[in-house]
């Protein structure tokens, strides 16, 4: 079937290319895609980086809704919600599980940085067009971008009046989307525009315990932005928006679930048959990767998001100011039924707060000048609070386990206290020296200064009272049992509150030299230097697992960018290579935490390919390919996966590390694809006047999905298929659609189930897994 789709699709191709060649008529040429990768609107085809661009109609047409959908439409991109986190990656290189770390991916939206990993998840709202810049981006955009960056630019207010209306519905999970916006002028020199979007679904996971289906999502946003326009010299665009998107229960399922070993509390018998006997037959009634799971606890995640934003133009001559003022703010609350069952074993509490304001002034220099050029000043603060409990219930399976030895956990709660203030100062500066037409050197550096305060403290309470604990017991158990270390554990004495501080420097340049073999070619090659700072960990349970050190990139890239065939077919193809010194890597401990470490040396290379092709007149194709080779060149001191050998270094806390030299990391499947074909003709059909139909087509090959790449899950390769027709009009459009056509089985994050083997012995997984084959209908008007 798969085989078939694919060999469909190219010949769908070679056909209309003899079509084309045999056919006379009027030429068609690409569209001019214009971008903002450096800061000032520039054709995508004479920016000398590697870059994946979607418009507005991109989006549409491929039913985009956030990052999540945005990865089956760029190769070398990755992003997955696990159970208390998001990541993303670029190229093999993102951000694990950790609130402490900075994203190695940054997300900016016009012009101002969302960092947090919370921030990922919001949902996309009336966007003008996303650009995904691969390879470290560190002068136009500072050091949170080592592994590449997304660059988002909302739609702006217009003159002309503009309303849209939009309403989508998905039967196979019940979800239905409305959206709205309205522009126009409200003075001369006064324009608005206002977005909302309110969406709601029933769920792709069957939860046979609660007999429902999950995650049960509700989001809601609304924007309004304002341009004021007072003279051809100024302008300030100001805009505010606030996102809700909340989520019941959880895309997640136990996928296997082997015996316990010898020396187990019941050695020979799965996790099931334990929790079974232990009076819940109920908690795990399969392991195979089937859309269902059982779960116990009530589990949501609410997030409340605020963002401000402030941009100034100024003129002065040919040379031009800008200004960005950002305020972003969101509170994140999240309930976890975190051993991944329906036994009553554990829960998690999280309650997240973060608030940011940032200002960027940068001046901007006329260009078609023998030599242009921007620099800037850059400033950011931050307030980050995050706070986890790791209860037990009081009818926790937990104080039945080995006679009644661990009851004094039951009704007691592991809390943290994680706190972060950052402070950061940037200056860059970015010049291009034409030496001809033909031959322009560009120049830049960033340097940034960075302040960093932290503290970390775990106690032990009554999960009745919050207060801490009296019982003496439950702190050595923790302890003993759970790797916590806390203020109370008697085998902690000096406890576990700590403090931290930390002054980091970097310096960044750039050198890229670009060559127009003639007018539609153009040839370039780069270095430059990527750096992440160091920090604190706010996951690990042990108070060995704090500080961990900063992150630095050297990044080669020569590439072609090209126009073809009298202006039809474009082809942009890049070879690239990066080495990381000290990768950060957070992985998890085996029990309930998950500890941070640095690789100290990790590279990256591959090649990048892509483009669009106009076939014929009303028949375009475009591609995307990626080949990706990741490598650990120094790691020896990894986590070691569920009943692997240790071999490599030893941790801090005395135990034997895994060595994971020569091997690829997470999320790093060798070779990744998407093509999409849009054929468009004139009809006259009850009152349409256009047919339009999409065919997207993505492969990934097999890559690693576990946190601590146990080689069990190295999934296989997959493909998806994605098909939209419509019936367009100049007010009325009509699509039926199709997503992931193939009804592929995708794991986008593997990890054990947490103390199945640490305390029951099992080698037992859960899986996250992406939705199967859905459709639904799209209706929209615009006036």
């Known amino acids: 079937m798969k085989n078939k789709a694919i060999k469909s699709i190219f010949t ?28 000032r609107s520039e054709n995508a085809q004479e920016t000398p980086i590697s870059m994946n661009v979607l418009s507005s109609a991109d989006l549409k047409e491929k039913s985009i809704e956030k990052i999540d959908d945005l990865q089956y439409s760029v190769p070398n991109l990755h992003m997955t919600e696990t159970g208390i986190s998001t990541q993303m990656f670029i190229r093999g290189i993102g951000t694990g599980n950790n609130q402490g770390f900075e994203q190695s991916v940054g997300q900016y939206i016009d012009g101002v940085h969302y960092g947090r990993q919370q921030l990922l998840r919001m949902p996309f709202l009336d966007l003008e067009r996303i650009e995904v810049l691969k390879g470290p981006q560190s002068i136009m955009f500072g050091k949170n971008s080592v592994a590449g960056a997304l660059n988002l630019s909302s739609a702006k207010p217009t003159q002309d009046t503009e309303i849209h209306l939009g309403v989508q519905y998905q039967p196979t999970n019940g979800a239905t989307e409305f959206t709205g916006m309205v522009s126009g002028s409200l003075t001369d020199t006064l324009s608005a525009r206002l977005a909302v979007r309110d969406y709601s679904e029933d769920g792709y996971i069957e939860n046979t315990f609660k007999d429902r289906d999950e995650t049960i999502r509700e989001e809601s946003a609304v924007r309004l932005s304002l341009l004021w326009e007072p003279s051809d010299t100024m302008n300030f665009l100001f805009k505010i928006e606030q996102d809700e998107f909340d989520g019941t229960g959880r895309q997640i399922e136990v996928i296997k679930d082997e015996p316990a070993l010898a020396g187990s509390p019941m050695p020979g018998a799965t996790f099931s048959q334990i929790l079974g006997a232990l009076g819940h037959p109920g908690a795990i009634t399969e392991s195979e990767l089937n859309y269902e799971r059982q779960a116990d606890a009530e589990e949501s995640n609410n997030n409340s998001l605020n963002n401000a934003t402030l941009t100034a133009n100024f003129k002065f001559g040919d040379y031009t100011l800008t200004t960005v003022s950002g305020l972003v703010s969101y509170d994140f609350v999240e309930t976890c039924d975190c051993d991944y069952t329906a036994a009553p074993i554990f829960s998690v509490f999280i309650d997240e707060e973060y608030e940011q304001f940032s200002q960027e002034i940068r001046i901007v220099s006329p260009v078609g000048e023998k030599f ?412």
């Open 12 to 39: 769908l191709s070679a056909c209309a290319l003899a079509i084309n060649a045999a056919t006379a008529q009027e030429q068609v040429t690409l569209e001019v895609i214009q971008v903002t990768a450096q800061k």
């Open 372 to 783: 242009d050029w921007l620099g800037g000043l850059f400033y950011q603060s931050s307030e980050l609070a995050f706070d986890d409990n790791i209860i037990i219930p009081t009818n926790s399976v937990l104080g039945l386990v080995s006679g009644g030895a661990l009851a004094s956990l039951n009704g007691q709660a592991a809390g943290r206290n994680y706190q972060l203030d950052t402070e950061m100062y940037s200056a860059f500066f970015q010049g291009r020296y034409h030496f001809t037409d033909a031959l322009t050197l560009t120049l830049g550096a960033r340097y940034t200064s960075e302040d960093k305060t932290s503290s970390r403290v775990m106690n032990i309470t009554d999960v009745s009272t919050g207060d801490i604990t009296t019982n003496p017991m439950s702190p050595a158990l923790f302890d003993v049992v759970f790797g916590i270390q806390s203020e109370q554990s008697p085998y902690s004495p000096e406890g576990h509150n700590l403090q931290g501080e930390r002054n980091e420097t970097s310096f960044t340049p750039l050198i890229n030299v670009s060559y127009k073999i003639d007018q539609n070619i153009m040839a370039y090659a780069s270095a430059t230097t990527g750096f992440k700072a160091g920090g604190f960990d706010a996951r690990a349970n042990n108070v060995n697992s704090w500080e961990f050190e900063e992150e630095e990139a050297t990044a080669y890239e020569m590439g072609i960018k090209s126009l073809l065939l009298d202006d039809t077919l474009e082809v942009n193809l890049s070879f690239y290579r990066t080495e990381y010194d000290n990768l950060q890597v957070s992985q998890f401990d085996g029990v309930l935490g998950f500890n941070v470490g640095n690789a100290k040396e990790t590279v990256v290379q591959g090649v990048e390919v892509d483009g669009r092709w106009i076939i014929l007149d009303g028949l375009s194709m475009q591609y995307g390919m990626a080949y990706l080779d990741h490598e650990y060149k120094d790691f020896t001191n990894g986590n070691c996966h569920s009943r692997q050998v240790p071999d490599g270094d030893m941790g801090a806390d005395g135990n034997q590390l895994c060595d994971y030299t020569g091997k690829s990391g997470q999320y790093t499947p060798k070779f990744t694809a998407s093509i999409g074909f849009d054929y468009f003709t004139d009809i006259s059909f009850l009152g349409f006047e256009y047919f339009r139909t999409t065919l997207g087509l993505y492969h990934s090959a097999k890559q690693n999905v576990d946190v601590n790449l146990n080689p069990l899950y190295e999934v296989d390769a997959y493909d998806k298929v994605d098909m939209r027709i419509a019936l367009e009009s100049e007010n009325w459009n009509i699509a039926l659609f199709g997503k992931n056509m193939t009804n592929e089985e995708v794991l986008t994050y593997v990890g054990n189930n947490p103390l199945s083997g640490s305390t029951f012995g099992t080698d037992t997984f859960y899986g996250f897994v992406d939705r199967p084959a859905t459709y639904g209908i799209q209706v929209d008007y615009n006036f």
